[in-house]
């Protein structure tokens, strides 16, 4: 089975702080994907990457930044987090030649 | 713009009963479709697929048909249990959107309860 995993399933963050979040995928899936879920918005694509270093903008990409090392870890960063980008933050990992994405538990993020 | 649409924000169904979720789409590249199933504080997990080329495919109790000349698709549960009680994303995928990764684009998700 697939497994993503995700570092924090809750994070409680103030104002101006810089944030990391880190995804791990364990099946050597060529893409990773960061979305955010919002109530009555679904699943808006933040930024993904389709191989290690190589990053591309999503839909809503303002505020965050990503970083691809290793093929296995993709890392999201909130540069000065503000208080709306409290959301449920997920992370995804397919393979080149499907369609399907497989998810990681979410991290629910807090900015006060 | 929503390329995606998931009209019905919730629905309530009665244990054993069918349960009919909809999705329209506006964007007639769309070539590969998706339902995934998502429980409070977890990551939505995939459900059924279909391609453009088809217009029905079956797993177990889900059933996704494709009207792709009304460019709609719906699940049907049947029957329903309320183990299936979960917030449901339909999703679409492109050629045109995919290049080197295969990007999905989602609805906005239906809140299915199902009752005991």
Redesign the interface.
């Known amino acids: 089975d697939v497994k993503?995993t995700q570092s924090s399933?809750y994070l409680v963050k103030r104002t101006g702080e810089k944030v990391f979040l880190e995804c791990v995928q364990d099946m050597d899936h060529?893409?990773m994907?960061w979305?955010r879920q919002d109530p009555?918005?679904?699943?808006?694509?933040i930024y993904?990457s389709?191989?290690v270093k190589m990053k591309?903008k999503?839909d809503i990409p303002e505020g965050y930044s990503v970083s691809r090392e290793k093929k296995e870890r993709f890392s999201l960063i909130l540069e000065s987090a503000s208080t709306n980008q409290t959301s449920m933050y997920?992370c995804?990992s397919?393979l080149?030649a499907?369609?399907?994405?497989?998810?990681?538990?979410?991290t629910?993020l807090t900015v006060t | 713009d929503q390329q995606v649409k998931?009209n019905s924000?919730s629905l309530s169904v009665q244990e054993g009963r069918i349960s009919i979720l909809n999705c329209d789409y506006t964007n007639s590249m769309f070539d590969?479709f998706?339902w995934?199933k998502k429980y409070p504080?977890?990551?939505?997990?995939?459900l059924i697929?279909i391609s453009s080329i088809k217009d029905k495919n079956e797993d177990g109790r889900f059933t996704v048909f494709l009207n792709k000349s009304a460019k709609h698709l719906s699940l049907h549960i049947v029957p329903s249990q309320p183990g299936d009680s979960a917030v449901y994303?339909c999703a679409a995928?492109a050629i045109e959107y995919g290049g080197?990764?295969?990007?999905?684009i989602?609805?906005?998700?239906t809140l299915l309860a199902v009752q005991p």
């Open positions: 993503v399933r060529e893409n994907f979305y009555g918005l679904g699943l808006r694509l993904f389709y191989d591309e999503g997920l995804a397919s080149t499907t369609y399907e994405q497989y998810f990681g538990p979410g629910r | 998931q924000p590969y998706l995934y504080a977890e990551g939505p997990t995939f697929s994303f995928s080197a990764t295969n990007k999905l989602f609805g906005t998700g």
